[in-house]
């Protein structure tokens, strides 16, 4: 009998496949000093995490308006390329190499408070955050 949960099955494969992409060079370079300067913390972000995922960085919603999200956030794959390429938190990755980068909680956030600080970057996360901002 296999008394191994399904989702940390789930997380030995993706950290499994991340190893093997760095160690054939197909990951893009997470290095700390190849990221942008921390911010300012949105005020919201940890409320929207929990609200998004309950904090968990591995989060998947398989169908997500037809669709799947990923991670602390639940970011679509063609959102966080956009986004991505707009504020290159990651830089250049491609689009076909987001899944390898998708769930790295610091990526995650850090493209999230960016994007919360745009004029109506909120909106990407209406679910969540309409009610706070609706009262604002």
């Known amino acids: 009998?296999?008394?191994?949960?399904?989702?940390?099955?789930?997380?030995?494969?993706?950290s499994a496949a991340w190893l093997l992409s760095?160690?054939?060079?197909?990951?893009?370079?997470?290095?700390?000093?190849?990221?942008?300067?921390?911010?300012?913390?949105?005020?919201?972000?940890?409320?929207?995490?929990?609200?998004?995922?309950?904090?968990?960085?591995?989060?998947?919603?398989p169908d997500d308006g037809g669709s799947p999200s990923y991670g602390k956030f639940q970011w679509k794959i063609a959102s966080?390329?956009?986004?991505n390429k707009k504020y290159k938190v990651?830089?250049?990755?491609?689009y076909d190499e987001i899944?390898?980068?998708?769930?790295?909680?610091v990526v995650q956030t850090r493209l999230t408070e960016l994007v919360l600080k745009e004029p109506n970057g909120w909106r990407n996360w209406w679910?969540?955050?309409h009610a706070h901002y609706e009262q604002s």
């Not at 190849?34 to 998947?60: F, K, M, V, W, Y």
């Open 1 to 14: 009998r296999n008394t191994v949960p399904l989702r940390a099955t789930m997380n030995i494969l993706i």
């Open 22 to 61: 760095a160690l054939v060079g197909n990951t893009p370079n997470l290095a700390p000093e190849t990221l942008p300067a921390p911010i300012e913390s949105h005020p919201l972000i940890d409320e929207l995490a929990h609200c998004e995922s309950r904090g968990n960085p591995n989060a998947i919603n």
């Open 80 to 83: 966080f390329y956009h986004y």
């Open 90 to 94: 990651v830089p250049d990755v491609e």
């Open 99 to 105: 899944l390898n980068v998708i769930y790295d909680p």
């Open 127 to 129: 679910t969540c955050l």
